[in-house]
Structures are given as structure tokens and as C-alpha cells.
């Protein structure tokens, strides 16, 4: 069995215990990040999917809890921020730009033949506002907060909370805007028939659907280091710190 007890942990249970299972629930549109709170047979019984053959695919990884690769639930909050921060962060920030540029052009030359660009440019333009606003909130506000808690850890001391209250707070926040951004994200993958252009499409429309995929894949990601661990990590530190204090 690749993990223990696959049968009765959620997705995102899994791909935190083994990161490289994510391949294969991106393969079958099954979330890991926004809405992993389900088990393999609850998510494929939603997308009509065989669980024999996800079951199939994890087990040909041909990988156990003990080589699984990178293990980011046993580093350390400000290590795991640097690491969004610098990967994640970084990426998103690239794109947005490539990524808008593409999307305008391809609905300004294609949209009259194929009206569902135009649909897919409004879908990213929102998802590249939001995700600005979002990654400026975290980088600003929560992520500076989660290391005033590892420090406060290192030297026994809790300052003044801030004006936000609880950590939770912000994380609650953050995780409505990452499902706000999954769910525009979901709509641009249905709209463009899971990113397959059509015949006549030109090289930008054919580089800026494979852009998108790749896109999507980084904010899966992205969203599963941070729903699934970095915030459950900062938000038992800080119960930890208040049963001290």
C-alpha cells in the first residue's frame, strides 16, 4: 500500500504525507487544496471517476512513505514561508503579466470564432487582481505575524496581539480567497475543455493554454502548502503560546 490507511484519509491528507500523489489527482481534476477534505471514493463518486484506476496510478508511483520526496510538513513555519514566498509568490508575480497579455490577445483575434476566450480573459483578469491583493495581505500582514509567534516560541514571551485578533482570523480570510481563486481557475479549465485548443488555434492561443495549466497546477500547489500546513501549523503554535501565557 503506497500510504497507510489510503482508503479512509482525505486527499489532502494524502499529498501531505506524500506530495508527489498530487500528479495524479491533478491528472483526474480531483482537489487536493481548496476542497481535499474528501476521500478518494467521495471526490471520484462527484467527477464520475474510477477509483480502481486512481488507486492504480498512485500505487505505479512506485513510491512508500520513506523515499516520498520533499516532506514540507516537517519544516519549520519560517523556512516553509520562505520557501512560498520565494517559489510560489515569485511565480505568480511572473506570470500574471505573461499570462494577461496572452489571454487579451488570443480573445481580441479569436473571441468571434471562439467566444469562450473571451470568457477564459475575464476569469484570469479577475484571478490576477485577487491573487495580487492576497499575496500583498499575506506577505504584509499574516505571514510577519506567523514569525513574531515562531519567535515568540524561541524566547517564552507573547507581545500584544494584533489588531486581527486570532492568526485564524487572516487564515479564515486566506482560505476564502484561495477557494475564490480555485473556483476561477476550475471555470477557465471547463471553459477551455481542460486546456485543449481547437484546430485553428495559432501558436500564442496554444502557448497560452498550456500557461494556464501550468498556472492552475502552481496555485494547487501553492494553496496545499498553505491550507493543508502552514496554516494548521501557525494556528497550533499559537494555541500553544496562549496556553503559556
Same mark, same amino acid.
Given at each position: 500500500?503506497?500510504?497507510?490507511?489510503?482508503?479512509?484519509?482525505?486527499?489532502?491528507?494524502?499529498?501531505?504525507?506524500?506530495?508527489?500523489?498530487? &500528479?495524479? *489527482?491533478?491528472?483526474?481534476?480531483?482537489?487536493?487544496?481548496?476542497?481535499?477534505?474528501?476521500?478518494?471514493?467521495?471526490?471520484?463518486?462527484?467527477?464520475? +471517476?474510477?477509483?480502481?484506476?486512481?488507486? /492504480?496510478?498512485? &500505487?505505479? $508511483?512506485?513510491?512508500?512513505?520513506?523515499?516520498?520526496?520533499?516532506?514540507? #510538513?516537517?519544516?519549520?513555519?519560517?523556512?516553509?514561508?520562505?520557501?512560498?514566498?520565494? /517559489?510560489? !509568490?515569485?511565480?505568480?508575480?511572473?506570470?500574471?503579466?505573461?499570462?494577461?497579455?496572452?489571454?487579451?490577445?488570443?480573445? #481580441?483575434? =479569436?473571441?468571434? %470564432? !471562439?467566444?469562450?476566450?473571451?470568457?477564459?480573459?475575464? =476569469?484570469?483578469?479577475? +484571478?490576477? +487582481?485577487?491573487?495580487?491583493? =492576497?499575496?500583498?495581505?499575506?506577505?504584509?500582514? @499574516? *505571514?510577519?505575524?506567523?514569525?513574531?509567534?515562531?519567535? #515568540?516560541?524561541?524566547?517564552?514571551?507573547?507581545?500584544? $496581539?494584533?489588531?486581527?485578533?486570532?492568526?485564524?482570523?487572516?487564515?479564515?480570510?486566506?482560505? %476564502?480567497?484561495?477557494? &475564490?481563486?480555485?473556483?476561477?481557475?476550475?471555470?477557465? %479549465?471547463?471553459?477551455?475543455?481542460?486546456? @485543449?485548443?481547437?484546430?485553428? &488555434?495559432?501558436?500564442?492561443? %496554444?502557448?497560452?493554454?498550456?500557461?494556464?495549466?501550468? *498556472?492552475?497546477?502552481? $496555485?494547487?500547489? =501553492?494553496? !496545499? $502548502?498553505?491550507? /493543508?500546513?502552514?496554516?494548521?501549523?501557525?494556528?497550533?503554535?499559537?494555541?500553544? @503560546?496562549?496556553?503559556? /501565557?
Amino acid at each position: 500500500m503506497l500510504i497507510n490507511n489510503i482508503s479512509t484519509q482525505t486527499i489532502k491528507e494524502i499529498v501531505t504525507e506524500n506530495f508527489q500523489t498530487a &500528479a495524479v *489527482f491533478e491528472k483526474y481534476s480531483l482537489d487536493f487544496c481548496c476542497r481535499g477534505g474528501k476521500t478518494i471514493n467521495e471526490a471520484c463518486t462527484e467527477k464520475n +471517476v474510477s477509483v480502481e484506476t486512481v488507486l /492504480n496510478d498512485l &500505487a505505479d $508511483l512506485g513510491i512508500s512513505q520513506d523515499n516520498s520526496g520533499t516532506q514540507y #510538513a516537517g519544516w519549520s513555519l519560517d523556512v516553509l514561508i520562505d520557501y512560498i514566498v520565494k /517559489n510560489h !509568490h515569485a511565480y505568480v508575480t511572473r506570470m500574471i503579466p505573461v499570462l494577461y497579455t496572452h489571454t487579451q490577445k488570443i480573445a #481580441a483575434v =479569436h473571441g468571434s %470564432r !471562439h467566444p469562450e476566450v473571451i470568457e477564459i480573459a475575464k =476569469h484570469f483578469e479577475t +484571478v490576477a +487582481v485577487d491573487l495580487q491583493q =492576497h499575496m500583498q495581505k499575506e506577505e504584509q500582514m @499574516l *505571514f510577519p505575524f506567523i514569525l513574531t509567534l515562531l519567535e #515568540a516560541k524561541k524566547t517564552g514571551l507573547l507581545s500584544m $496581539l494584533p489588531p486581527f485578533g486570532s492568526v485564524k482570523n487572516p487564515i479564515k480570510m486566506m482560505e %476564502r480567497e484561495h477557494q &475564490a481563486a480555485g473556483d476561477e481557475m476550475y471555470g477557465i %479549465r471547463s471553459l477551455s475543455s481542460g486546456y @485543449l485548443p481547437p484546430d485553428d &488555434a495559432c501558436t500564442t492561443y %496554444r502557448v497560452a493554454y498550456q500557461e494556464l495549466q501550468e *498556472f492552475e497546477k502552481d $496555485l494547487h500547489q =501553492h494553496v !496545499h $502548502l498553505e491550507n /493543508n500546513i502552514l496554516f494548521p501549523k501557525a494556528s497550533a503554535l499559537e494555541q500553544e @503560546l496562549l496556553s503559556k /501565557n
